[in-house]
């Protein structure tokens, strides 16, 4: 296969697609999302997957993500698609599914072509992998990811739709619980010759009564520097220091 569409790099964040058989309309069904969901969170949890946006539609995946702690995106998909495989097939033998007569030979048939031994083909061979190389890249397939529903006429808003990261965007909850909601960004540039450089402000608004512990992540393009960090909380401002990769891992432990 070629490595034009697949994750060949190990720390970098990649827009991926993962899509069934035939672009068959496998979830549909609450319980073949839940699948999904369950799967994702089980690789955040222990197979260091970073995920950035995703959206479940009912033939395929989309997110944008990254692997992290040593592991390798490549290998993490992999286990992701052939752990689902199982239970999707499991699910449909197993549950109410009226669709079951015909599904089944059709993710058996989709086997023939294997040289390998296999009873069932959910996903199709491999996905697509497109890597995230600038800050205009991941505006532009972050809202591609979120204005999925919205293209297929599902839902009107992005937010509105569960199983999509436009949710946590917007501080709504979904399958991955409670968000800290995006307020307002500002963005201040100057550009001298070659050289850009961009001061971001975001601002953030915990509208709970609860104390939120929260998880920041700024995906930055080829080639950008972080100059510095600061956070501003309840009128206190701290700041951050740029370490080299390796020196702020060690620390961290």
């Not at 949710?167 to 500002?186: F, I, M, P, T």
């Not at 010759?193 to 929260?214: C, F, H, P, W």
């Not at 972080?226 to 309840?234: G, I, P, Q, R």
Request: aromatic share 12%.
């Amino acid at each position: 296969m070629s490595t034009k569409y697949k994750a060949t790099t190990t720390e970098d964040a990649y827009f991926i697609t993962i899509t069934t058989v035939g672009w068959v309309d496998v979830f549909t069904r609450l319980n073949q999302k839940y699948i999904i969901t369950d799967s994702l969170k089980h690789c955040q949890q222990n197979k260091g997957l970073e995920i950035y946006a995703y959206c479940i539609m009912s033939s395929h995946i989309h997110l944008f993500c990254k692997a992290t702690n040593g592991f390798i995106l490549s290998d993490v998909i992999r286990d992701f698609k052939k752990f689902t495989s199982k239970k999707i097939i499991q699910t449909i033998i197993d549950e109410p599914e009226s669709r079951r007569e015909w599904l089944l030979p059709y993710f058996q048939k989709a086997c023939e072509h294997l040289k390998r031994e296999q009873q069932y083909k959910v996903w199709q061979d491999g996905y697509h992998a497109e890597h995230i190389y600038s800050n205009s890249f991941i505006k532009q397939k972050i809202e591609y990811i979120h204005n999925n529903p919205v293209k297929d006429k599902i839902v009107t808003l992005p937010e509105d739709y569960y199983f999509s990261s436009a949710r946590n965007y917007a501080g709504l909850e979904n399958e991955y619980g409670q968000s800290v909601a995006l307020k307002s960004v500002h963005l201040d540039g100057r550009i001298e010759g070659l050289l850009l450089t961009m001061k971001v402000r975001q601002s953030y608004l915990n509208d709970s009564e609860d104390t939120i512990e929260a998880s920041y992540t700024f995906p930055a393009g080829w080639g950008a520097n972080l100059l510095s960090f600061s956070v501003e909380l309840n009128g206190k401002r701290m700041q951050a220091v740029a370490l080299e990769k390796k020196k702020a891992e060690k620390k961290a432990l």
